[in-house]
C-alpha cells in the first residue's frame, strides 16, 4: 500500500511527532510520502530514510490566498506524482486543502485535539462541517473530541484512534546536570505556544521552590513571562526532547486546551507519574489517584498534587509503574498503527 501523509508544519511538536512515528512504522511494510511546509524543518531529523520525504513550498498555517491556491496546486501535483492509495491529512490546514483537492474515497483526516478549532477558531466551524463530506474518515485522537465532533454536527465516519509512540530512546541524550541539582525534578516539554501557559508553570515553581522545574520546548525569549524563579529554567528546542523524561522525577503540562499530548505518552512510557490540566482528553491516560492527577489551572493545585506524590515514595513509586502499565496496554506505536490500518483497510477494501 502506498500511503500519502500530509501536515502543515515541519518543526517539532505533538501532532508532528504523531506523524513522523506513524510513517516510520508504516513505512517498514509500506511505501510512504510524508509532506510537510513551513517550519524550522527539525520534524526531518526524525524520519526513518524508508521515507519519501517532500518538503512543501507554500504549505502554511496562515490563511494566504496566493499561498493556499498555490499549496493547492502543489498538493495535486504530488498526488499525481505517487499515486497513492491513502491520503492522511494532520492539522486543520492541510486538513481543509487536502479535502479539497484529493479524492474523497481515500482521504483520512485527523483532528489533533478538536478544542483547537472548536474553541480557539471557532469562525472555522461551519468550514468543518461542510468539508465531513470531503473525505472518507474523520479520527479524534480522544474520546473527548469524538463527542465534541458529534455534538457540533460533524457525524460522517467519526473514529476514534488514541496517539501511540515508539518509547523514547533514554540512552541517545546527554545527562543534563540540571536535573541532578535538585533533589527532585519537574520537567515539561512543550512549544511556548497556545495553549500552553508557561505562567502556570511559573507560579507552581514559585510555589515549590526546593524542586526543580525544567521546560523544553521554547523558541523563543522568555523575557516577555516577568519575573522567573531561579528554580524554573527554559531549555529551548531540543531534539528527541521525550528522552529526557527518564532523567526528570516527575512530568508536568499546563495547558488551556489539547487533544492527546504525545509528550504526556512519553513521560508514561518512562514510568513517570504526571500532573496536568484538565482539558481534552488528558484525562483518558493521566487517571487520578492511579498515574497522577487532572487538575484546573491553578498553581496552588498543581503545587500540592506535586508536592503530593514526590514527598510519598510509597504513592510514587505506585503512580510510576501505573503509568507504564498504562502506556504499555494502551498507548503504543503498534496499538495506533493497528486502529489506522484497520480504517485505511476499510477504503481500499
Given at each position: 500500500m502506498k500511503i500519502l501523509q500530509v501536515i502543515t508544519r515541519s518543526e517539532l511538536g505533538g501532532a508532528q511527532t504523531v506523524v513522523v512515528?506513524?510513517?516510520n512504522k508504516l513505512s517498514e511494510?509500506?511505501?510512504?510520502v510524508l509532506v510537510a511546509g513551513e517550519g524550522d524543518g527539525k520534524m526531518w531529523e526524525m524520519v526513518s530514510p524508508r521515507v519519501t520525504c517532500v518538503r512543501s513550498r507554500y504549505l502554511q498555517?496562515?490563511?494566504?490566498?496566493?499561498?493556499?491556491?498555490?499549496?493547492?496546486?502543489?498538493?495535486?501535483?504530488?498526488?499525481?506524482?505517487?499515486?497513492?492509495?491513502?491520503?492522511?491529512?494532520?492539522?486543520?490546514?492541510?486538513?481543509?486543502l487536502g479535502r479539497l483537492v484529493f479524492p474523497r474515497k481515500?482521504?483520512?483526516y485527523t483532528v489533533h485535539g478538536f478544542d483547537s478549532i472548536r474553541l480557539a477558531f471557532r469562525k472555522f466551524m461551519p468550514v468543518e462541517r461542510l468539508l465531513q463530506r470531503a473525505c472518507s474518515a474523520i479520527v479524534g485522537v480522544s474520546a473527548y473530541d469524538e463527542k465534541n465532533l458529534l455534538s457540533e454536527g460533524i457525524t460522517r465516519n467519526v473514529a476514534i484512534v488514541r496517539n501511540g509512540i515508539y518509547k523514547p530512546d533514554c540512552g541517545a541524550v546527554e545527562e543534563l546536570d540540571l536535573f541532578s541539582r535538585y533533589s527532585k525534578s519537574v520537567l515539561c516539554i512543550a512549544r511556548m505556544q497556545p495553549p500552553k501557559d508557561p505562567a502556570l508553570f511559573i507560579e507552581t515553581a514559585r510555589l515549590l521552590p526546593q524542586y526543580g522545574f525544567i521546560w523544553i520546548g521554547n523558541q523563543e525569549?522568555?523575557?516577555?513571562?516577568?519575573?522567573?524563579?531561579?528554580?524554573?529554567?527554559?531549555?529551548?528546542?531540543?531534539?528527541?526532547?521525550g528522552a529526557y523524561c527518564a532523567q526528570a522525577d516527575l512530568f508536568m503540562l499546563p495547558s488551556n486546551y489539547e487533544?492527546?499530548?504525545?509528550?504526556?505518552?512519553?513521560?508514561?512510557?518512562?514510568?513517570?507519574?504526571?500532573?496536568?490540566?484538565?482539558?481534552?482528553?488528558?484525562?483518558?491516560?493521566?487517571?487520578?489517584?492511579?498515574?497522577?492527577?487532572?487538575?484546573?489551572?491553578?498553581?496552588?493545585?498543581?503545587?500540592?498534587?506535586?508536592?503530593?506524590?514526590?514527598?510519598?515514595?510509597?504513592?510514587?513509586?505506585?503512580?510510576?509503574?501505573?503509568?507504564?502499565?498504562?502506556?504499555?496496554?494502551?498507548?503504543?506505536?503498534?496499538?495506533?498503527?493497528?486502529?489506522?490500518?484497520?480504517?485505511?483497510n476499510s477504503l481500499i477494501g
Open positions: 512515528q506513524l510513517a511494510e509500506h511505501e510512504v498555517r496562515a490563511l494566504s490566498p496566493m499561498q493556499d491556491f498555490r499549496a493547492a496546486v502543489e498538493l495535486r501535483r504530488i498526488y499525481r506524482k505517487h499515486k497513492p492509495d491513502i491520503i492522511h491529512l494532520h492539522s486543520s490546514k492541510a486538513g481543509t481515500r482521504v483520512v525569549s522568555v523575557e516577555h513571562l516577568g519575573d522567573i524563579p531561579a528554580n524554573c529554567h527554559f531549555l529551548g528546542n531540543m531534539v528527541n526532547a487533544g492527546l499530548p504525545m509528550v504526556i505518552i512519553e513521560a508514561m512510557s518512562c514510568g513517570r507519574p504526571v500532573v496536568a490540566s484538565d482539558v481534552g482528553g488528558v484525562s483518558e491516560i493521566v487517571r487520578n489517584e492511579i498515574n497522577g492527577y487532572t487538575l484546573p489551572n491553578k498553581a496552588e493545585l498543581f503545587a500540592q498534587k506535586i508536592e503530593t506524590i514526590l514527598s510519598n515514595g510509597e504513592l510514587y513509586q505506585r503512580m510510576s509503574r501505573n503509568s507504564l502499565e498504562i502506556f504499555e496496554k494502551e498507548l503504543t506505536i503498534d496499538r495506533m498503527v493497528e486502529g489506522y490500518m484497520g480504517i485505511y
